[in-house]
C-alpha cells in the first residue's frame, strides 16, 4: 500500500506538471535557436548540432587533423597539463550555433528547460565515447556565484544526464571553496593559476564514496580544461581511480590558442 508519504509526492508531481502544461498554454514554448514554436531545442537545431568525430585528441578531446599520425594533438604533446589532472576530457561538440546559443540562454536567461535536452545531448555523447564511470558529480558554484544566479546549469545537466544514465550523482561532496574572478579573459596559465585550490571534497555519510572509482565530472564549456582540472585534484587525493570530464562543448581554436 502507498503511505502517504509517497501519495503526497505523486500529488505534487501531478500539480507540476498540470501548471507546466497551462504555462506552454499561456506562453508557448519557442526555439532558443530558430524561434521555431513548440520546442525549447526543436528537432531541426537539435540534429544542427555535430558531434566530434574521429580522429580527436584521446587526451583533450579535441579534433585532430586526418594528416595527423599521433592520437594527441600539439598542445597536449608539448603541455601535458590536461593529461595529469584528467583522465580524460570530453564534449559533446563544438562551440558553435546552435549549442552556443543554448548554452548562453540555460546559464544567463535562467532557462531551465533547456537542461533537458542538453542533459539527453551529454547521455549521448558519453554512450558515443563508451565511457564507463560509476559515479556523476557537476562543478559546484562558489554560494556567492549561486545566489546570483539562482541556478548551477552543471547541476541541471548533470541530474539529467545520471538520470538517463542510470548512474548515481554526488551534489555536496566537491564543493567551491573559495570565489575566483571569472576565466573568460584569461590565459592558460592564469585560468590554472585562478582556480588553484579553489574546490574541496569532503564526503558526507549521504554522499558517495569516491574512493577507488570512476568519477565523471560535468560542466557546460570547458576552454582549456582548468576548471575541471581543479575539481579532478581533491578527487584523486581522496582515492578516485580515475576522473573524467564531460562537457556540453569546446571553444576549438581558443583552447588551442590557451593551452
Not at 574546490?199 to 574512493?211: C, I, K, N
Request: proline content about 7%.
Amino acid at each position: 500500500m502507498m503511505d502517504e508519504e509517497a501519495r503526497r509526492q505523486q500529488k505534487l508531481l501531478r500539480m507540476i506538471h498540470n501548471l507546466y502544461s497551462l504555462l506552454d498554454l499561456l506562453f508557448p514554448r519557442h526555439c532558443v535557436s530558430c524561434n521555431c514554436s513548440g520546442y525549447l531545442l526543436c528537432p531541426d537545431c537539435q540534429t544542427a548540432i555535430q558531434p566530434i568525430m574521429p580522429p580527436f585528441c584521446l587526451h583533450c578531446g579535441l579534433p585532430l587533423s586526418s594528416s595527423m599520425y599521433s592520437m594527441q594533438c600539439q598542445p597536449c604533446r608539448s603541455v601535458p597539463t590536461i593529461r595529469t589532472h584528467l583522465t580524460g576530457l570530453r564534449a559533446v561538440g563544438l562551440y558553435e550555433t546552435p549549442l552556443d546559443t543554448c548554452i548562453w540562454t540555460l546559464k544567463y536567461k535562467q532557462q531551465r528547460g533547456l537542461a533537458e535536452p542538453l542533459g539527453m545531448l551529454l547521455a549521448q555523447a558519453f554512450r558515443r565515447y563508451q565511457l564507463k564511470v560509476d559515479l556523476v558529480i557537476p562543478v559546484p558554484l562558489h554560494k556567492e556565484r549561486q545566489q546570483q544566479r539562482g541556478d548551477n546549469q552543471s547541476l541541471l545537466l548533470a541530474k539529467v544526464c545520471a538520470r538517463e544514465l542510470a548512474l548515481p550523482i554526488a551534489t555536496d561532496g566537491l564543493t567551491r571553496i573559495r570565489a575566483t574572478p571569472a576565466q573568460i579573459s584569461l590565459a592558460a596559465e592564469q585560468r590554472y593559476q585562478n582556480v588553484q585550490g579553489a574546490f574541496h571534497y569532503e564526503p558526507s555519510s549521504a554522499t558517495p564514496t569516491v574512493l577507488n572509482r570512476r568519477i565523471l565530472i560535468i560542466d557546460d564549456v570547458s576552454t582549456t580544461g582548468s576548471t575541471l582540472a581543479a575539481c579532478a585534484n581533491p578527487l584523486w587525493r581522496a582515492g578516485a581511480r580515475e576522473v573524467w570530464g564531460l562537457v556540453l562543448a569546446r571553444p576549438w581554436k581558443q583552447a588551442l590558442r590557451w593551452k
